[in-house]
């Protein structure tokens, strides 16, 4: 025969496992569900980088090209066009780490689609964040440069 303490202690064990596991699918649920807008949101950002960073590079090809502008003008454009491009290779790198989330469709195609793209989500969380932190600081620069041209 059991003892009593021992049964006591074992379903104790067994409703904390269920009740973490009936939270984490929880969890599971509502982050498959809200997949699909986070996915539009990152999207959203890459297209609004990239049309920054063109209309950028049109101003740069303006200037540059320019004979009116000085000499030291023309340097700073210079640098403005390098940081530009380390940029536009970042976001770049973010496209695609977008589309490795989302896979051939961007809309979450059923609860089996939107939970594996959850977990493509979660194992590129550090990558995301890591880019965003480098084109943060990318932008910064090209702020710089861009007020240093119109001073």
């Known amino acids: 025969m059991a003892d009593p303490i021992s049964i006591f202690a074992a379903g104790v064990g067994i409703a904390d496992v269920s009740f973490r596991l009936i939270k984490y699918l929880k969890d599971v649920k509502a982050a498959a569900e809200s997949i699909e807008e986070e996915i539009g949101g990152l999207i959203s950002e890459v297209e609004a980088l990239m049309a920054i960073h063109g209309q950028l590079e049109r101003e740069y090809t303006r200037h540059a090209k320019n004979d009116a502008t000085s000499q030291e003008e023309k340097v700073l454009w210079f640098n403005t066009e390098k940081t530009l491009k380390n940029g536009q290779r970042l976001v770049q790198k973010l496209d695609q780490s977008v589309r490795q989330i989302y896979g051939d469709h961007r809309l979450v195609a059923g609860k ?39 001073m």
């Open 112 to 150: 089996r689609d939107g939970l594996i793209k959850q977990h493509r989500k979660r194992n590129q969380e550090r990558t995301i964040i890591g880019f965003r932190n480098q084109i943060s600081t990318c932008h910064g620069a090209l702020k710089i440069w861009l007020e240093c041209i119109s």
